[in-house]
């Protein structure tokens, strides 16, 4: 059974600073990992994804996730947070031959002015 | 660009009603799917479809039914509307398998309350 883990279920960043986002996985042969990220009311909008290649993917608004395969872990990063980066951000784990995603719990982040 | 839409976006039901969420992508993606979101507790899939005709269980199906006529459809059915069923529902489509490393799209979202 493949499981990913978002340790924080909050994160305060005070804006200018760089932000990280945690996510640890678990699943059967080679992971494909994703970031979402969800505003106040609205569906989740899709930000990056690791398939394979590269450890560092970049994505949309400017972040980034590193991909580590000895640590499975795949944190979303951003080397300087803005306030309109405050939302709820999901990272994904599925792997070859599955129909499902299994998402994490969520973690909400906060930028401060 | 629609991409997915999913209507009602708000709806307070009565215990033991029924109603259906309606989803509708205009991608020409086969796969769709229908996610709740619970506080703390993430997504959890209730349905799945991988093709007009064809539709599976997730990890929650329990209350909800699903059917696929057509490829740009997938309504979700509530049966004898339960307080346990209030949450927020993402219907999402994808090309191809979501979990195989393709995009999955997300709609935006209907709000429902048992009462």
């Known amino acids: 059974a493949q499981s990913v883990a978002q340790p924080e279920d909050q994160v305060n960043v005070a804006e200018g600073n760089p932000l990280t986002v945690k996510c640890t996985y678990s699943v059967s042969g080679n992971p494909y990992l994703f970031w979402y990220v969800q505003y106040p009311n609205r569906g989740l909008q899709f930000l990056l994804k690791?398939?394979?290649?590269?450890?560092l993917v970049k994505g949309s608004y400017g972040f980034e996730a590193e991909f580590n395969k000895s640590q499975t872990s795949f944190h979303l990063k951003k080397p300087s947070a803005l306030v309109s980066d405050s939302a709820l951000y999901f990272c994904?784990?599925?792997?070859?031959?599955?129909?499902?995603?299994?998402f994490g719990t969520g973690t909400r982040l906060t930028i401060i002015p | 660009n629609a991409g997915v839409t999913q209507t009602p976006k708000f709806r307070i039901l009565k215990i033991g009603q029924s109603m259906t969420l309606q989803c509708t992508q205009d991608?020409?993606?086969?796969?769709m799917y229908w996610y709740r979101q619970d506080p703390g507790m993430g997504l959890k899939l209730i349905y799945y479809s991988v093709g007009a005709g064809i539709t599976d269980k997730g990890e929650v199906p329990n209350g909800y039914n699903v059917s696929r006529s057509t490829t740009e459809d997938f309504p979700l059915r509530l049966e004898l509307a339960a307080p346990s069923q209030t949450s927020v529902y993402f219907c999402?489509?994808?090309?191809?398998?979501?979990?195989?490393?393709?995009?999955?799209?997300f709609g935006e979202g209907s709000w429902l309350t048992v009462v």
């Open positions: 991608m020409n993606h086969n796969y």
């Open positions: 999402a489509s994808s090309y191809s398998l979501g979990g195989s490393g393709n995009t999955i799209y």
């Open positions: 690791y398939i394979t290649g590269d450890n």
């Open positions: 994904a784990v599925g792997a070859f031959g599955n129909e499902k995603l299994t």
